[in-house]
Every structure is written in structure tokens, then in C-alpha cells.
């Protein structure tokens, strides 16, 4: 087969998951034209994610031709995602603490009660991505850095600028809004943490406040600003497309819809069931250190690596009936949150948001129905919807 992610087929985005059967089948190590591969089975990215020796997270090689000396260099290189230690191991320690399990239950209260309002404000036609499922994470990552709640508006604008520019082909304005969007930030949160040193909240709270005064590891003004805008961000668009991913599952597959509605105690297992059917994030990157031979391909010291997740979670080898919706699944050791050292640290936080929103919707609106018109992101890396039109009665 031959699939390029920088041109990609016609309906791809609508449904990618059979060519993802293909490479896994066919081409579990496919090659790109600028000499990275596309890694598609599950066994193989569980290894990759678990070795950091041969494969490492630093993507100063990959993003210095795509960014030039730019904010967008700057902010992918110095983020937790795309690096190992000693940076990821202090900002990772750091955030560990910050979502620890008594912080994440002392949010639930105050998610419901947001949650709740949500579904008080809506009418009986809605854009379920805008009115609720984009809504709920932003609240949820401007409470954890104790933003005021009117200099939130910015945020997913910013967000969706600077993540879109992640994806494999970008255009001149996908590059300079995706610079502008990290320039702002940075000057917005360079003075939010001055107003945070004259007026430090409460540390097992309030992740800036932690991230300033923490003992494990001081972070220079650049570390600590590119990584609130990298948590920030990470926390906003995956749990959006959870929750618009999700329902969009459920108002597909009526009989699921049904028995989770009859039997809301099976919320935690189909959070993961969504997690591992419509992965918000899709790919992941490695970068191999050393020469290595996968499925009879020799792969080079420095190559980069694309990691399919939404291809390894519907894997075969590994999941029963793996393009089934079962919301009991047990065990789904997919890997939406990646694995290994890298395994995402607001992954408690996120299966909580999941879970509270597609439970109080169901028990709110259980008659709802998708319209037409709604329309996926299209983007390669990160799987959701930008609208999803809904009837809810």
C-alpha cells in the first residue's frame, strides 16, 4: 500500500480506521518520502512507548526544518511531551503532585455543578462541540491554573492554533497563526505569574502557584511558560473530542446508547471504550537513537517515527472484536494516554471529565439525536468534531 500523510485520500477523515487495518496487516512499518515510518501495531508501540533508550521524545532534529527559529520551535521543544529527562522528569514530578488523587476528587464537585449549568443553558437544537463538549475543558484548565474566569476567552483559540500546527502538512497561515497564538500566550501568562508572585495561591490546588514554588526542580522563566501553555493546551482539545467523540459513539449504536443509559455504573469502563474506539489524539513520535530492524525493516539511527494510536487500539491481535462498541470492556489496555515514562499525567482528570459529562447529558437529554451537519476537524493528529449539531428531544 502506499499512504502518505501528506496526502491524504478523499474520505480519510470521515472514516480512516480501514486504512489503518491495512497498515497494521499489510505495512506495519510504512515508509514516508522524507524517511520516517508510520508504526500501526499495538505490540509495537507498547515497546516503543516502553523503551526510552532506543526511542526518545526530543524533537529538536524533527521541528528545527518545520519551524525555523520561531515560538512554535521555542514551545514544542521545551514542552513536556517532546522531551526526556531531566526536563520532562522535574516538569512531570511537578504536575504528578498537582493530580494527585485528593486534588482530582476535590474537582468533581464544582465540574458537576459546571457541568449541570451547561445543560440549563440549552436549547432543544445545539452544537454539542460549542456548547458543551468545548466548554467543559476550558473551565476545567483555567480552575486548575486559577485564571480569571474573563480572561478565559482567549484560550481555545490559542489552543487550536498552536496544536493544528503539530499536523504533517501546514500551510503559511497554519504556521503564522500557530506563532502568533504562542507569542500571545507567553506575554499572557508572563504576567500572570507576576500577579501569581505577588499573590501565590493555595500549591495543591493551584498548578501555577505549584509549578513556581516547586523544590523538585526549578524551571527557568521558559520551561515554566512553555509548559503551562503545553498543559493548558493538552488538557482542552483531547477532552473535547472524548466528549463529542463519545456521543457521537453512543447516537451511532442505539443498543449501546440504551444499556448505558439503564446502567450508568458501566461510566468508568466506557469512558476507556470510547477512549480506545475514537482516540482524540491519533499519533504520536519517536525518534530511534540507534539503528533497529522491526518486521524485517531496518529502520536508521535518528529516524522519526509515527505512532498510530487510533490503528494499534483497534488492533486484533490485541482486542476482541476490536471495531465493536463494548462498554464493558475489561481489559482495555488501549493507549489513548500513549504509555510508558510519557504516560499523559492528566489522565485521572480526564476520565473524570468523561465521565461526569456523558452521564448527566444521558440522564439529562436520553432521547438526543445527531443532525446533519456535522463536521470532523479534519485533522490527522487529533480526532473530534469542530461541530456537532444535535436534537435533544
Excluded at 518520502?33 to 508501540?45: K, N
Excluded at 531531566?86 to 494527585?100: D, E, F
Excluded at 437544537?125 to 460549542?130: A, E, G, P, S, Y
Aim: hydrophobic share 40%.
Amino acid at each position: 500500500m502506499n499512504f502518505l500523510l501528506t496526502d491524504l485520500p478523499n474520505d480519510f477523515h470521515a472514516n480512516p480506521y480501514p486504512i489503518y487495518a491495512s497498515l497494521r496487516e499489510q505495512a506495519p512499518v510504512h515508509p514516508q518520502p522524507d524517511g520516517s515510518f508510520i508504526i500501526s501495531r499495538h505490540a509495537d508501540l507498547d515497546m516503543i512507548y516502553r523503551d526510552t533508550t532506543r526511542f526518545i521524545s526530543d524533537k529538536k532534529k524533527v521541528f528545527k526544518p518545520k519551524y525555523g527559529a520561531s515560538p512554535l520551535f521555542e514551545h514544542h521543544t521545551t514542552s513536556l511531551v517532546f522531551n526526556d529527562a531531566p526536563l520532562h522528569t522535574r516538569v512531570r514530578s511537578i504536575m504528578i503532585g498537582a493530580m494527585n488523587p485528593r486534588a482530582i476528587a476535590s474537582m468533581e464537585d464544582g465540574l458537576i455543578r459546571q457541568v449541570d449549568w451547561l445543560l440549563d443553558q440549552m436549547s432543544e437544537q445545539v452544537d454539542l462541540i460549542k456548547s458543551f463538549a468545548g466548554a467543559i475543558p476550558l473551565e476545567v484548565i483555567g480552575n486548575l491554573f486559577n485564571m480569571p474566569h474573563e480572561e478565559r476567552g482567549p484560550l481555545q483559540d490559542w489552543s487550536l492554533a498552536i496544536l493544528g500546527a503539530l499536523e504533517p502538512a501546514l500551510s503559511q497561515q497554519q504556521l503564522d497563526d500557530g506563532n502568533r497564538a504562542v507569542s500571545e500566550f507567553k506575554t499572557y501568562l508572563r504576567d500572570l505569574v507576576v500577579r501569581r508572585a505577588k499573590n501565590p495561591g493555595d500549591p495543591q490546588t493551584d498548578v501555577l502557584t505549584r509549578m513556581m514554588q516547586s523544590e523538585k526542580g526549578q524551571l527557568s522563566e521558559v520551561e515554566l511558560l512553555q509548559n503551562c501553555i503545553f498543559i493548558l493546551n493538552a488538557g482542552h482539545e483531547t477532552t473535547t473530542n472524548l466528549i463529542g467523540n463519545a456521543l457521537a459513539l453512543l447516537d451511532a449504536d442505539p443498543d449501546s446508547k440504551a444499556e448505558l443509559i439503564a446502567n450508568p455504573g458501566l461510566l468508568n469502563t466506557a469512558v476507556d471504550e470510547f477512549l480506545r474506539m475514537e482516540s482524540p489524539n491519533q499519533f504520536g513520535n519517536r525518534l530511534t537513537t540507534e539503528d533497529i530492524t522491526l518486521h524485517g525493516t531496518h529502520i536508521p539511527e535518528g529516524t522519526d517515527l509515527h505512532l498510530c494510536i487510533g490503528a494499534a487500539n483497534r488492533d486484533a491481535d490485541h482486542f476482541e472484536t476490536p471495531n465493536a462498541l463494548k462498554l464493558d470492556r475489561r481489559p482495555n489496555k488501549h493507549l489513548a494516554f500513549a504509555g510508558g515514562a510519557h504516560t499523559c499525567v492528566g489522565l485521572s482528570l480526564a476520565r473524570m471529565e468523561g465521565r461526569i459529562a456523558v452521564g448527566r447529558f444521558l440522564n439529562r437529554f436520553p432521547k438526543y439525536a445527531l443532525m446533519e451537519g456535522a463536521e470532523r476537524g479534519n485533522r490527522i493528529r487529533f480526532r473530534g468534531y469542530a461541530r456537532l449539531p444535535a436534537k435533544l428531544s
